[in-house]
Each structure stands twice: as C-alpha cells, then as structure tokens.
C-alpha cells in the first residue's frame, strides 16, 4: 500500500488467506477495543435504498444479479478485505461469479489467493501510481503489455468455501486496433475455444467477450499475429469472470501504494469502468495520502470528489459508499508513531459524504479510534508495519463491514412501503 519500493511484498504473501463464514461479531468479544456500537452504514437511508431495493428483489426472486464494485489499495489488491465481504454476499445472495481480476503476478506483484495466473512470456508492466511511465492505465489500475507474439498467460481460478468460482463468461479489457496482436482463447487440452480479433471494436473498443458451453475452471491466452506489417503488441487491462447464475458479482480493484488522485488519472479507468455496470461502488483509501507529511484536506476533498464524478459518469445510476482509513502508524524518528493525518483523512470523507448525502462507513472509530492500531498489533491483528493486517484482523474487517451493511439491508426492509 505504501508506495516506498522498501516495503516487501512478503507482507501481503504472509496474511491468511481463510475468512470465516459467520457474521456473530460477538466472538471478537475478547477485543474490548472494537467500538461495536458504531458499527452501522451512516447516512444510507435514502443514498442505498435503490441498492437496498435491488437487493431485496434479488433475494425475494432468486433471479437477476446486483453488481458491486470494490476500489481501493493494497488492502483491496490482495483481496482480503473485499474477499472477505465478497464470500459473505454471495452466501446470502447467490454468486455470479468471481468478477473482476488482473493478472497481478505476471505484473510482478502480489495476486489473492483464489486464482493464479502464470506466463513465460517477458511482459512490461504498470500501475497506477507510476503515472509518469509508459502504458496508460485501464479499469484495473494496472497494465501489463508484451510485444512477444507468441506471450501467453494461464489463468486458474480456486473456489472458496461454499462458493466454487468456475466461469461460463470470460471478458477480456485490452487494447484493440491494428497494431494489436489478436489474443486466442485455449482450454487446459489447448484446444482454441474462442480468438478475440483485434481489429473488432464493434460491440466495446476495449473489451471482447468468450461464452462457454461448460464451467471453465482453467484457460489460457495467446498472443497471435495475423498481421506481419503491423501488429506489434499485446496489452491488457483486465479479465472478467462470470457463470450463468443470479446473485452478487463483486469486483476488486486494487492497487498497492494507491490514492484517490492515481485513479483520476487513469487513462482508461473510467470508460472501462462502465462496462461493469455497478449497482454500488464502494471506495476504501486514504491511508497512502496520510503517510507521507502533512495532509492537505482542501486537496484531498477534490481528489475525492473527481474520483465519485468519474464514478458516476461511468454508471450514472450506481450508488456509491466510502469506507474511512484504517488507524494507522507511521515512521518517526525513534521507530514506529501514531499518524494524526488519518485522523483528518477520515474526517475529510466523512463531510465529504455528508456534503454529497452519501453513505459511509467509518472504519476507523469502529476499529477503535486514534491510537487503536497499537491495540491491534499486541492482539496480534496487524502486520509489524502496523499499517497492515493479518489475515485474522482482515477477517474481522470484513465481518465487522458485512454485519453494518446488513444491518442497513435489514432495516430498510423492516420499513419497506
């Protein structure tokens, strides 16, 4: 999430990857520090009731699907907050497939636990808050591109517990036009099930679409040059899984080290975004705008604002909560120190929501307040950067997230007309 290279990227390979399927937040009742009483969604009795409503129609009929955007930094990227709340919704409200994904690894970075994806091929990579390199940067936050004309990427994807993530509808983000190889789509037997031209910018000037007649748990893309004189290149922006049921297609996007403001700048981010069609987006960051000297509140509610009117611009009709940082630490001169900046971080998105009668969930004071990052760390909850957590406290993250959302389903229901 920091955007210092120091930082090892074994922080994020070590938290665990196991969530549990309860939301009795009352068995965390041995950390007295967790403001349990704060816990709910503020401000979501008229900004979520068209997403409350969805979802209720969902869970009535047992048919149609609600799509949820997850944004955020390295707490999103490895997926365990958001994958702990991705589960939680699925179980209740079906599963419409694993959503959006990026092939971190072959970028050379840190990928969730419930797929993998391998290459040989040598790949050029980017993220988002590189925003002065090559390569502009699409829905996912991160670019990958090859100019290998036989690179090619494996993808597996693993289920979790209850909810198998096999796919039936696999949408491919990447750059079409004439100096773009087309891309084949192979099952584990190499047979070519599909190949994406990239001369096709019919249906998406980005995106291109392969249907299945069975559960695909396994596929590979190859780059293939139908064009000698001009094709040169390979890039993508991100893949998509689907199946054919009704329920919650929740997608993750993150990046680690990244703020408000490296989102707005993505070249690509918002017409990508579009084609996901989102019913809600929630954004969890700030933690990164924090770390670094003194906050700028002034600025930091701009950035906020550019990136919801991005948001909406992309899916106009979408819903949108934010999630305050996390307390956190920071370096100082005799090791680790409170950080006073998330503290204004977080009361800045909280006027920010209250200005724009948008939903919120502050994180932050449910956690415990300022100074309740140490309390976590000797319970054992946090990575030694206390910036981070472990497995066990992203668990918590999402039980306590999931418990307050559902508190607010619940309620809108109860006084449904």
Same mark, same amino acid.
């Given at each position: 999430?920091?955007?210092?290279?120091?930082?090892?990227?074994?922080?994020?390979?070590?938290?665990?990857?196991?969530?549990?399927?309860?939301?009795?937040?009352?068995?965390? @009742?041995?950390?007295?520090?967790?403001?349990?009483?704060?816990?709910?969604?503020?401000?979501?009795?008229?900004?979520?009731? +068209?997403?409350?409503?969805?979802?209720?129609?969902?869970?009535?009929? @047992?048919?149609?699907?609600?799509?949820?955007?997850?944004?955020?930094? +390295?707490?999103?990227?490895?997926?365990?907050?958001?994958?702990?709340?991705?589960?939680?919704?699925?179980?209740?409200?079906?599963?419409?497939? *694993?959503?959006?994904?990026?092939?971190?690894?072959?970028?050379?970075?840190?990928?969730?636990?419930?797929?993998?994806?391998?290459?040989?091929?040598?790949?050029?990579?980017? =993220?988002?808050?590189?925003?002065?390199?090559?390569?502009?940067?699409?829905?996912?936050?991160?670019?990958?591109?090859?100019?290998?004309?036989? +690179?090619?990427?494996?993808?597996?994807?693993?289920?979790?517990?209850?909810?198998?993530?096999?796919?039936?509808?696999?949408?491919?983000?990447?750059? @079409?036009?004439?100096?773009?190889?087309?891309?084949?789509?192979?099952?584990?037997?190499?047979?070519?099930?599909?190949?994406?031209?990239?001369?096709?910018?019919?249906?998406?000037?980005?995106?291109?679409?392969?249907?299945?007649?069975?559960?695909? =748990?396994?596929?590979?893309?190859?780059?293939?040059?139908?064009?000698?004189?001009?094709?040169?290149?390979?890039?993508?922006?991100?893949?998509?899984?689907?199946?054919?049921?009704?329920?919650?297609?929740?997608?993750?996007?993150?990046?680690?080290?990244?703020?408000?403001?490296?989102?707005?700048?993505?070249?690509?981010?918002?017409?990508?975004?579009?084609?996901?069609?989102?019913?809600?987006?929630?954004?969890?960051?700030?933690?990164?705008?924090?770390?670094?000297?003194?906050?700028?509140?002034?600025?930091?509610?701009?950035?906020?604002?550019?990136?919801?009117?991005?948001?909406?611009?992309?899916?106009?009709?979408?819903?949108?909560?934010?999630?305050?940082?996390?307390? +956190?630490?920071? *370096?100082?001169?005799?090791?680790?120190?409170?950080?006073?900046?998330?503290?204004?971080?977080?009361?800045?998105?909280?006027?920010?929501?209250?200005?724009?009668?948008?939903?919120?969930?502050?994180?932050?004071?449910?956690?415990?307040?300022?100074?309740?990052?140490? @309390?976590?760390?000797?319970?054992?909850?946090?990575?030694?950067?206390?910036?981070?957590?472990?497995?066990?406290?992203?668990?918590?993250?999402?039980?306590?997230?999931?418990?307050?959302?559902?508190?607010?389903?619940?309620?809108?229901?109860?006084?449904?007309?």
């Amino acid at each position: 999430m920091i955007r210092s290279r120091t930082i090892a990227f074994i922080l994020f390979y070590t938290v665990v990857a196991a969530f549990a399927q309860t939301v009795d937040t009352s068995v965390y @009742k041995q950390y007295v520090f967790i403001n349990k009483e704060l816990n709910r969604i503020e401000n979501d009795s008229t900004s979520l009731s +068209s997403l409350y409503e969805k979802l209720y129609q969902l869970e009535q009929t @047992k048919k149609g699907r609600v799509n949820i955007v997850h944004i955020g930094d +390295s707490h999103i990227q490895a997926d365990h907050f958001s994958g702990s709340i991705r589960q939680k919704m699925q179980r209740k409200f079906g599963n419409a497939g *694993r959503g959006l994904i990026f092939p971190y690894r072959v970028a050379k970075s840190n990928e969730p636990s419930s797929y993998k994806t391998t290459s040989h091929s040598t790949w050029d990579y980017k =993220r988002n808050v590189f925003y002065d390199k090559p390569l502009p940067i699409g829905v996912s936050g991160f670019t990958i591109e090859s100019s290998d004309s036989l +690179s090619e990427i494996n993808l597996l994807v693993k289920d979790q517990p209850g909810l198998g993530y096999a796919f039936t509808k696999f949408s491919l983000f990447h750059e @079409k036009g004439i100096n773009n190889y087309d891309i084949t789509v192979c099952d584990d037997l190499n047979c070519e099930l599909k190949t994406f031209r990239a001369s096709d910018r019919t249906n998406n000037p980005f995106v291109s679409v392969a249907s299945f007649d069975k559960p695909m =748990r396994q596929i590979i893309l190859r780059s293939k040059r139908t064009d000698t004189v001009n094709q040169n290149a390979t890039r993508i922006y991100g893949m998509l899984l689907e199946n054919d049921s009704s329920g919650v297609l929740y997608n993750m996007i993150g990046v680690n080290g990244a703020e408000y403001r490296h989102y707005n700048m993505s070249k690509y981010f918002k017409d990508q975004l579009s084609y996901l069609n989102s019913d809600l987006v929630i954004i969890s960051m700030g933690t990164n705008e924090a770390f670094y000297g003194r906050l700028d509140k002034d600025l930091f509610y701009k950035n906020i604002d550019s990136l919801v009117m991005n948001i909406k611009a992309a899916n106009p009709n979408t819903s949108v909560l934010i999630t305050t940082p996390a307390d +956190s630490y920071k *370096r100082g001169r005799k090791g680790r120190i409170k950080n006073p900046d998330v503290k204004v971080a977080k009361e800045t998105i909280i006027q920010y929501c209250k200005d724009h009668n948008m939903a919120y969930w502050d994180l932050y004071e449910v956690m415990g307040g300022y100074g309740s990052m140490g @309390k976590w760390y000797l319970a054992k909850l946090t990575a030694k950067d206390r910036v981070h957590f472990t497995g066990r406290g992203y668990q918590i993250h999402g039980d306590l997230f999931y418990s307050a959302f559902l508190k607010g389903y619940e309620n809108y229901k109860k006084n449904r007309k």
